[in-house]
């Protein structure tokens, strides 16, 4: 067996004890004789699974009783939804544009009420995050929605906007668990796991209860409203049973490790690693304002597409890979997310050297 560090922006890395371990119980979870992936979700066993899940999660995290956890399907892009649908009860709501996920977001809102543009880095593509200490939030905005950490661009809020006493809603896709987080700062935190905890076809949604209303926007589905899924444990219908399960072992690990503390602490020694290297060098740059800087997404380029190209394919065949950068900013980027070990960066970095040497 071989495996290559692999700097995917996700689906992406996951910690090899828990593949292991998921190997191993592959065909017989537990003495249950058969496979958590066939196994029903009305069981004992699978209930104790996911109660478990959550239960980790609340630890990690430190959630608040008054706030629930769901299991949900439809990936992140589905929030960009169901946000509006349960939220605007005001049919307006304030949106800060930084990157693709945001903007995104931000047009979805659009078909069901009035969204509000109130910042962007659009102007330097969306290489920083905008000073958001005294936005022009309309007086009757429902929410002010973020993407915490824009996986394209690799900038992050160091912090979080002054919303003038709205509701915070938070896209955490891409640095879930990777710090601590004052959960009681915002009224919805949701992500798509793919990127930092399990495997694509779950979304995690940490909600305020008082958020969870049967008041939604007229001719929302019921699959697509909170309560439904609040109300039944996230298990209205099938849950994405396996996947959930991968997730619940993705959060004994970090536990393992320490918790989210020991997670920023590690993470903070990799991105160091890597921006250090970039700050000191010739030949690869960093493309984010410095202060903005994310941990967990680090573009760099070269500064010519073909050499951009023969790094990529170069690193490729040395066994480091996914290095290319998103298709609409091109270059490089390296997505150390928690499960990426320090070496694999080290790794890089050397690598990274030899080639400049070597294309001077
Ligand atoms: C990947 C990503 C998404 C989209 O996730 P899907 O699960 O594919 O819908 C949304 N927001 C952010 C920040 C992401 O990184």
């Given at each position: 067996?071989?495996?290559?560090?692999?700097?995917?922006?996700?689906?992406?890395?996951?910690?090899?004890?828990?593949?292991?371990?998921?190997?191993?119980?592959?065909?017989?979870?537990?003495?249950?004789?058969?496979?958590?992936?066939?196994?029903?979700?009305?069981?004992?066993?699978?209930?104790?699974?996911?109660?478990?899940?959550?239960?980790?999660?609340?630890?990690?995290?430190?959630?608040?009783?008054?706030?629930?956890?769901?299991?949900?399907?439809?990936?992140?892009?589905?929030?960009?939804?169901?946000?509006?649908?349960?939220?605007?009860?005001?049919?307006?709501?304030a949106?800060i544009?930084?990157?693709?996920?945001?903007?995104?977001?931000?047009?979805?809102?659009?078909?069901?009420?009035?969204?509000?543009?109130v910042a962007?880095?659009?102007?330097?593509?969306?290489?920083?995050i905008p000073d958001c200490t005294d936005l022009d939030i309309p007086e009757?905005a429902?929410y002010v929605y973020i993407?915490?950490?824009?996986?394209?661009?690799?900038?992050?809020y160091q912090t979080l906007p002054d919303t003038k006493g709205k509701i915070l809603?938070s896209?955490?896709?891409?640095?879930?668990?990777?710090?601590?987080?004052?959960?009681?700062k915002y009224?919805?935190?949701?992500?798509?796991?793919?990127?930092?905890?399990?495997?694509?076809?779950?979304?995690?949604?940490?909600?305020?209860?008082?958020?969870?209303?049967?008041?939604?926007?007229?001719?929302?589905?019921?699959?697509?409203?909170?309560?439904?899924?609040?109300?039944?444990?996230?298990?209205?219908?099938?849950?994405?049973?396996?996947?959930?399960?991968?997730?619940?072992?993705?959060?004994?690990?970090?536990?393992?490790?320490?918790?989210?503390?020991?997670?920023?602490?590690?993470?903070?020694?990799?991105?160091?690693?890597?921006?250090?290297?970039?700050?000191?060098?010739?030949?690869?740059?960093?493309?984010?304002?410095?202060?903005?800087?994310?941990?967990?997404?680090?573009?760099?380029?070269?500064?010519?597409?073909?050499?951009?190209?023969?790094?990529?394919?170069?690193?490729?065949?040395?066994?480091?890979?996914?290095?290319?950068?998103?298709?609409?900013?091109?270059?490089?980027?390296?997505?150390?997310?928690?499960?990426?070990?320090?070496?694999?960066?080290?790794?890089?970095?050397?690598?990274?050297?030899?080639?400049?040497?070597?294309?001077?």
């Amino acid at each position: 067996m071989s495996r290559v560090y692999n700097f995917s922006a996700g689906p992406a890395v996951l910690p090899e004890e828990v593949l292991q371990e998921a190997a191993d119980e592959m065909l017989d979870y537990k003495g249950s004789g058969m496979s958590v992936m066939e196994m029903s979700h009305r069981s004992k066993v699978y209930q104790a699974i996911i109660d478990e899940a959550e239960a980790d999660l609340r630890e990690l995290m430190n959630i608040p009783d008054n706030y629930k956890v769901l299991f949900l399907q439809g990936g992140a892009s589905q929030q960009f939804a169901m946000i509006p649908m349960n939220l605007m009860k005001n049919k307006k709501a304030a949106y800060i544009v930084t990157g693709q996920w945001a903007k995104k977001a931000y047009q979805e809102a659009k078909i069901f009420g009035d969204a509000v543009e109130v910042a962007s880095s659009a102007d330097k593509t969306f290489s920083y995050i905008p000073d958001c200490t005294d936005l022009d939030i309309p007086e009757d905005a429902d929410y002010v929605y973020i993407c915490e950490n824009n996986t394209i661009y690799g900038t992050k809020y160091q912090t979080l906007p002054d919303t003038k006493g709205k509701i915070l809603v938070s896209d955490v896709s891409s640095c879930f668990l990777s710090e601590p987080v004052d959960v009681t700062k915002y009224g919805v935190i949701y992500g798509g796991v793919q990127k930092n905890i399990g495997p694509a076809g779950v979304v995690i949604v940490i909600i305020r209860e008082d958020l969870i209303t049967e008041d939604t926007l007229p001719g929302t589905p019921t699959m697509l409203k909170y309560k439904t899924h609040a109300d039944n444990g996230s298990m209205y219908n099938t849950p994405p049973c396996y996947g959930i399960y991968i997730c619940g072992k993705v959060f004994q690990w970090i536990k393992k490790q320490g918790g989210l503390s020991a997670m920023k602490a590690r993470n903070e020694e990799k991105a160091k690693i890597l921006y250090d290297f970039l700050d000191q060098r010739e030949l690869f740059k960093g493309t984010v304002r410095k202060e903005d800087r994310s941990l967990m997404n680090v573009p760099f380029v070269t500064g010519s597409e073909e050499l951009d190209a023969k790094f990529v394919k170069e690193a490729k065949e040395a066994g480091f890979e996914n290095l290319k950068g998103h298709r609409t900013v091109g270059g490089m980027r390296a997505s150390i997310y928690n499960a990426m070990p320090k070496e694999g960066v080290e790794k890089l970095v050397e690598f990274m050297r030899k080639f400049e040497e070597n294309n001077k």
